[in-house]
């Protein structure tokens, strides 16, 4: 069983980036699929980011797109979401996920994180 621990989250001003990473052990990171959720406060969990167990595949929600990256390193068994031109509307707990089902979609993921507090003000 994978485990998940996210990091790299905090306090910045609208227009700015930040770098979340997610290190997995426990498990044999290249055989899982990826992912970056958030949870704003009252509001349902959604998929930001996914991206396939070879790196070769990735998604993005439409409120994602051209804004952010994700990427995975596999000698760090770290995936990592680079945010640019962030907004006062990304501010959530972000979660990293890992799961091994076919597809990049919400309910490939059965493993998550604790979750990093993002907050970009205005």
């Known amino acids: 069983q994978v485990q998940l621990v996210e990091s790299g989250g905090g306090l910045v001003q609208a227009g700015g980036s930040l770098r979340l990473s997610c290190v997995a052990s426990?498990?044999?990171?290249?055989?899982?699929?990826m992912g970056w959720f958030r949870q704003a406060p009252g509001k349902e969990r959604e998929l930001i980011a996914g991206?396939?167990?070879?790196?070769?595949?990735?998604n993005y929600a439409d409120s994602a797109k051209g804004r952010f990256t994700i990427s995975r390193d596999f000698a760090k068994n770290t995936v990592y979401l680079q945010m640019n031109s962030l907004k006062p509307e990304d501010t959530a707990v972000y979660y990293c996920?890992?799961?091994?089902?076919?597809?990049?979609?919400?309910?490939?993921?059965?493993?998550w994180g604790q979750g990093t507090q993002v907050t970009v003000s205005s």
């Open positions: 996920a890992a799961g091994t089902a076919t597809g990049l979609g919400s309910s490939t993921y059965n493993y």
């Open positions: 426990g498990g044999t990171f290249a055989l899982y699929n």
């Open positions: 991206i396939s167990w070879s790196g070769s595949t990735t």
